[in-house]
């Protein structure tokens, strides 16, 4: 419990469960066995990863959160008139900033009465509990810690529901973990329901690689965190300096693929899980997939899902959309 306000959050953390849906050491091992080699990216967000992450947002290059914003505040009013949920049961929610946007409207509304983040990130649901719960403290926070890529009883069930999917989150998928991600939620809804998702667009190639390779370097520390969290979580041998972070833009694939290059010839040693893996100079390890819509690719992957677009509203430069899905009976 949290000072005031902890009777009002339960934050359920299914880490710890018996079968949990996270095998950092399995996963690892099948990643890094592979050819070519990879890390899943829900691994970078650990407390420092999260961090990094929430620096990101507000990068000079990162159009993202901006645009998502924006459409936020234009729209929100009208996204809540048209579903009239009284939750928002967020999927990746972070720091949960965007959110206020949509809460507020609900409470504009005399609607808001919980809210429910399913994040990995323990340090970051807490973190957006505690102060969500400062700013509405007569709403009911009720969060999952868990893999939203198996959602099991996801909060206020029989309540109606805003879900969301924002910072285009989505992108990180592969089409068909999306399309099994967007069906899973689809079963838990109700014609009462709606599903809001940002989508990042398709566009300039410049402006989708600066992105990614920022002039601080925030976006190479965040992906350089992957191997911290290899070093710490699995007595992992990793120099830092050895890898480099690179991002580049796949034209065929539709998405930024995020890569940490091997600078060297070496051998790693993952001391817990009795592995040594070996890297040739200039070889990478891909640990982000970050996929670019366009309207029409969108949809496909909604009507596979079994879910029907009710709206789409981009920013005013087209760099970014926020779809508003219903299931189809
Ligand atoms: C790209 S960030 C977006 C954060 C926030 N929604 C925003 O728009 O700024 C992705 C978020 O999803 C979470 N995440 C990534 N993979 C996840 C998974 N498989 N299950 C649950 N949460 C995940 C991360 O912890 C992080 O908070």
Known sequence: MNGGTGSR??????LREHESPFDLSGDTRAGLSSTPKTLPSKYFYDAR?????EM??????????????????RESGRLVEAVRPTVLVE???????????????????????GYGPVDV?????RHAADTLLRDYPHIRVEGVIGDFERPRDLPFAGRPRLMAFLGSTIGNLEAEQATAFLASIRQEMTGADAFLIGFDLVKDVAMLESAYNDEAGITAKFNLNMLRVLNRDLEASFDLDAFRHRAVWNADASRIEMHLESTREQVVRISSIGLDVAFAAGEKIRTELSHKYTRQS????????????????????????????????
Not at 9 to 14: A, D, G, K, Q, S
Not at 49 to 53: A, R
Not at 121 to 125: F, I, K, L, V
């Open 91 to 113: 999927f990746g929610s972070g720091a949960a900033r965007k959110t206020r946007i949509l809460l507020d409207a609900m409470v504009d509304r005399g609607l808001l009465e």
């Open 298 to 329: 969108a949809g496909g992957l909604l009507d596979a899902a079994g879910l029907t677009l009710e709206s789409w509203c981009t920013d005013e430069a087209d760099r970014f959309a926020l779809a508003l899905a219903r299931a189809v009976d």
């Open 56 to 73: 990101i947002t507000r990068l000079p290059e990162y159009y993202l959160t901006r645009a998502e914003t924006e459409i936020l505040e």
């Open 9 to 14: 959050i339960v934050l359920r953390n299914t």
């Open 49 to 53: 990863g999260s961090h990094l992450f």
């Open 121 to 125: 990130s323990a340090e970051a649901s």
